[in-house]
Antibody, heavy 119, light 111 residues
Framework: QVQLQESGPGLVKPSQTLSLTCTVSGGSISSASHYWSWIRQHPGKGLEWIAYIYYRGIIYYNPSLKSRVKISVDTSKNQFSLNLSSVTAADTAVYYC???????????WGQGTLVTVSS | QSVLTQPPSASGTPGQRVTISCSGS????????VNWYQQLPGTAPKLLIY???QRPSGVPDRFSGSKSDTSASLAISGLQSEDEADYYCAAWDASLDGYVVFGGGTKLTVL
């Protein structure tokens, strides 16, 4: 059974870049059937999809975040990563990585990691 | 403001049947499958219903999904206390370059 685990700093300063990595275990990130996604949840709020990537580099973005998002995949490490630039307090959220098995079907999730943007 | 609209709250007593609605448009629910997620307090969301009506392995058949035109519904029958959670709908939206949209979530309280 595939497992996902987010890692990265829990505190980022305003205007800096938020960087997170998701490590996939129990399955291959080079799966032909899956994309790999980032989703966030602001404190006490709903879910917001950020982007997802196929192991061959095909990427889909949330239009509202596209200009600040960079997502990449490292098949040798079975990891994928998120960089979100020019962060503000509005980017404070729990960030989840998830496996996509259908256009909006996320069938496996990491436990989530809280990232706080503050000086 | 979420692209998909859900009621912020719903409630029921044990054993009751509860439905949660999710309203969208022709660019999302009207033309694409709907997925539902359950988020228990302090945990990551879990896939509850996929492809509008399908249950992943391990999800009780008390949970069911349906869709009509640009709206979808999640029904929970035989309500149990452990069903108290937040529920989110999601769909692919074909506008712009295409992207995933979520509902704002519905907090279900078991009275």
């Amino acid at each position: 059974q595939v497992q996902l685990q987010e890692s990265g700093p829990g505190l980022v300063k305003p205007s800096q870049t938020l960087s997170l990595t998701c490590t996939v275990s129990g399955g291959s990130i080079s799966s032909a059937s899956h994309y790999w996604s980032w989703i966030r949840q602001h404190p006490g709020k709903g879910l917001e999809w950020i982007a997802y990537i196929y192991y061959r580099g095909i990427i889909y973005y949330n239009p509202s975040l596209k200009s600040r998002v960079k997502i990449s995949v490292d098949t040798s490490k079975n990891q994928f990563s998120l960089n979100l630039s020019s962060v503000t307090a509005a980017d404070t959220a729990v960030y989840y990585c998830a496996r996509r098995s259908g256009s909006s079907t996320f069938d496996s999730w990491g436990q989530g990691t809280l990232v706080t943007v503050s000086s | 403001q979420s692209v998909l609209t859900q009621p912020p709250s719903a409630s029921g007593t044990p054993g009751q049947r509860v439905t949660i609605s999710c309203s969208g448009s022709t660019s999302n629910i009207g033309t694409n499958a709907v997925n539902w997620y359950q988020q228990l307090p302090g945990t990551a969301p879990k896939l509850l219903i996929y492809s509008t009506t399908q249950r992943p392995s391990g999800v009780p058949d008390r949970f069911s999904g349906s869709k009509s035109d640009t709206s979808a519904s999640l029904a929970i029958s035989g309500l149990q206390s452990e069903d108290e959670a937040d529920y989110y709908c999601a769909a692919w939206d074909a506008s712009l370059d295409g992207y995933v949209v979520f509902g704002g979530g519905t907090k279900l309280t078991v009275l």
